[in-house]
């Protein structure tokens, strides 16, 4: 099953745009990318899938490597709101049964 | 338009003793899910219905661990007997369930968190 490997943490100061990265070298054909994330206390909530293109959406963008082995979330500009953890899914492309979370990568937003 | 229903939010019960996790989807949603999350880690899937039919339930631990969704709308998680390894957050999502699993977007409730004492 494939795999993805995040960085545990990172920081960024409020007002600045932040990219959160995602490798997932095993990724195959029909895996899709999601990126969901979870404040402190909650359910974690989607923030954007794609295949192959880049695409963008009102809470964030997601740009995806040519060969697809990695992936960027990209928040434009970062507020206090979005300090949380960020998880970067492959949903499985034979069964889209497994949804594997990992441990994501926990945002620090500075004032 | 509410979103994903659980309760209780938090339960606190000893070692051996039974404990039950409602949970209620956005209405109109078909796929449910439940997750458990350990502390500092993502959640793992436990069990995935598809209306009324468990369609993976291959992580759910079977000894101790049941579910059921009877009319396919919502679901009761229950643990019988708890153990110490327990102690965790329930998490129930659904999702419309009509563009595939590949696309289709989860929508989680905030969690029943389980204490084992």
């Known amino acids: 099953d494939a795999k993805t490997t995040q960085p545990n943490s990172m920081e960024s100061n409020e007002e600045e745009p932040v990219h959160l990265p995602c490798n997932h070298s095993?990724?195959?054909?029909?895996?899709?990318i999601h990126w969901y994330r979870q404040l402190p206390s909650q359910g974690p909530e989607y923030v954007i899938h794609?295949?192959?293109s880049n695409v963008n959406n009102r809470m964030a963008s997601l740009a995806i490597a040519e060969d697809r082995k990695s992936s960027t979330l990209i928040l434009h500009r970062a507020t206090l709101r979005d300090a949380a953890v960020y998880y970067c899914?492959?949903?499985?492309?034979?069964?889209?049964?497994?949804?594997?979370f990992g441990t994501g990568t926990s945002l620090t937003v500075i004032p | 338009e509410a979103g994903v229903v659980q309760s209780p939010r938090y339960k606190i019960i000893e070692k051996k003793q039974p404990v039950a996790f409602w949970c209620n989807p956005i209405?109109?949603?078909?796929?449910l899910y439940w997750y458990l999350q350990n502390l500092g880690q993502g959640p793992e899937l436990l069990i995935r219905?598809?209306?009324?039919?468990?369609?993976?339930d291959s992580q759910l631990p079977k000894d101790r661990f049941s579910a059921e969704r009877l009319k396919g709308v919502d679901s009761t998680l229950k643990i019988q007997p708890a153990e110490l390894g327990d102690s965790a957050v329930y998490l129930c999502?659904?999702?419309?369930?009509?563009?595939?699993?590949?696309?289709?977007?989860?929508?989680f409730g905030p969690g029943t968190r389980l204490t084992v004492l």
């Open positions: 899914i492959l949903r499985d492309g034979d069964t889209g049964n497994q949804f594997y």
């Open positions: 095993t990724i195959s054909g029909t895996d899709y």
């Open positions: 794609g295949l192959t």
């Open positions: 219905y598809e209306n009324e039919e468990a369609v993976d």
């Open positions: 209405s109109g949603h078909n796929t």
């Open positions: 999502a659904s999702s419309f369930g009509e563009t595939g699993p590949l696309t289709d977007t989860q929508y």
